[in-house]
């Protein structure tokens, strides 16, 4: 363990939807080259929380995500639009760029923050934070099944990920000394309470005679 994180477990809290094409993605092509080349970026094993069961509407935030995620250095986010209609992962992100902007990170003395966000599909519907922050595209480079490994784009997004490794470790090596404050409810409990998901677009209904 590093001895200035004695109290973090976790350099990156994965943050994405489990459903199909999302949680295949991140399970089967993603991780297996992420996390050994961020131990790379970092010169040691890289500790990664991701939650393989997923959440399900109407189930409360489990309190080992709350913890983890408290514990973890940064966040980094799989972005697409939909993922931005998941309370759950609005709420993993409000928590970190609460702390991001109550530790002055992200701003113009600390232009590194603690989310970083790699897109996979249209930006066009992500809110204003995620729009205007800079993320890894990986738009071109979502697909899943065999087909994905065995094309050229596979080679491509093998070399995507070292840039995206490096990126990911200097924040890691920049987060803040981590504090048992993180776990109180103005850090957490308070931040989730004020999500909200976005509006649905209105259906026209059909007009009865």
Not at 11 to 31: A, I, K, M
Not at 97 to 118: C, F, I, M, T
């Amino acid at each position: 363990r590093r001895s200035s994180d004695l109290d973090y477990e976790w350099d990156v809290f994965l943050s994405y939807l489990h459903e199909r094409p999302s949680g295949p993605w991140v399970n089967d092509h993603l991780l297996p080259y992420l996390i050994p080349q961020l131990g790379n970026a970092l010169n040691q094993k890289a500790r990664v929380f991701y939650d393989r069961t997923g959440i399900h509407s109407g189930q409360k935030w489990p309190a080992r995500l709350k913890q983890a995620l408290c514990r973890s250095r940064c966040l980094v986010g799989i972005w697409s639009p939909l993922y931005f209609h998941s309370e759950w992962c609005l709420s993993e992100c409000a928590v970190m760029l609460h702390r991001e902007s109550q530790l002055g990170y992200g701003s113009n003395q600390k232009p590194d923050g603690l989310l970083v966000g790699v897109k996979v599909d249209d930006g066009q519907h992500f809110p204003a934070y995620a729009a205007d922050s800079q993320y890894a595209d990986f738009e071109p480079f979502f697909f899943d099944g065999p087909a994905f490994i065995q094309s050229p784009l596979h080679l491509d997004f093998q070399k995507a990920i070292r840039p995206l490794a490096a990126d990911v470790a200097r924040i890691v090596k920049g987060a803040p000394p981590w504090s048992a404050e993180w776990e109180t409810g103005p850090w957490l409990d308070d931040i989730v309470e004020q999500v909200q998901l976005p509006m649905q677009p209105q259906v026209p209904q059909p007009l009865i005679a």
